[in-house]
């Protein structure tokens, strides 16, 4: 299911959901980065970002896909994905295959709805790319897709929200990093997507 043939035959017939926005929506794009595992005949990666930490920021500290806010100078989402992508860890996507995008998720940092819509665009490029991160990144990571999709990577934690300890679910990357929240529900729309059986790991 995660050879790459296969997931841009599921991108190319699927509508993603998409809300409509009101005046004061805050719209965003990330850009989910794909590439054939380097050395290896088969396999396939997919490109995390470890946010920096930063005061007041609802997303400090997390795993992401890289993106940001849709600026009037963006043609669209996909192109806010990729202006996103370059300023923050100096990769051009231009040259990447655009394989489609995902369902659009509404923004909820630790529980708390906002009037803000976030969509996920999907890109598959070659090779070993270096990176230039700014300000906003600390690190980026590449993992195995098929550990992720499996479900042997699936785990949980429990983090402090509104004062009492939860239980978050999901992915235990490399080094420890853990991928929960809004990404983590990207990266259940986005297996749903590729096979609508799917069926997510037990959850807590």
Request: glycine residues 8%; negative net charge; hydrophobic residues 40%.
């Amino acid at each position: 299911m995660h050879k790459l043939n296969f997931i841009r035959e599921r991108l190319a017939g699927h509508q993603p959901e998409t809300f409509d926005p009101t005046e004061t929506t805050r719209q965003a794009a990330v850009a989910v980065i794909l590439r054939p595992t380097p050395g290896r005949n088969s396999g396939t990666d997919i490109l995390f970002i470890k946010r920096a930490e930063k005061d007041g920021d609802p997303w400090s500290g997390h795993m992401a896909f890289p993106g940001g806010h849709l600026e009037p100078s963006d043609a669209d989402l996909q192109a806010a994905s990729m202006r996103e992508t370059h300023e923050e860890i100096g990769l051009d996507l231009s040259p990447a295959e655009y394989l489609g995008a995902l369902d659009q998720q509404r923004a909820m940092p630790r529980g708390r709805p906002l009037n803000m819509l976030i969509a996920p665009h999907v890109f598959m490029l070659d090779g070993d790319p270096l990176f230039d991160i700014n300000y906003e990144v600390a690190e980026v990571v590449w993992t195995d897709l098929a550990l992720l999709i499996s479900g042997e990577r699936h785990t949980w934690e429990t983090r402090p929200m509104a004062g009492q300890p939860t239980v978050f679910n999901g992915y235990r990357l490399e080094r420890g990093h853990f991928v929960w929240g809004l990404t983590y529900r990207m990266l259940k729309s986005f297996f749903a997507t590729l096979n609508p059986d799917w069926q997510p790991p037990p959850e807590r």
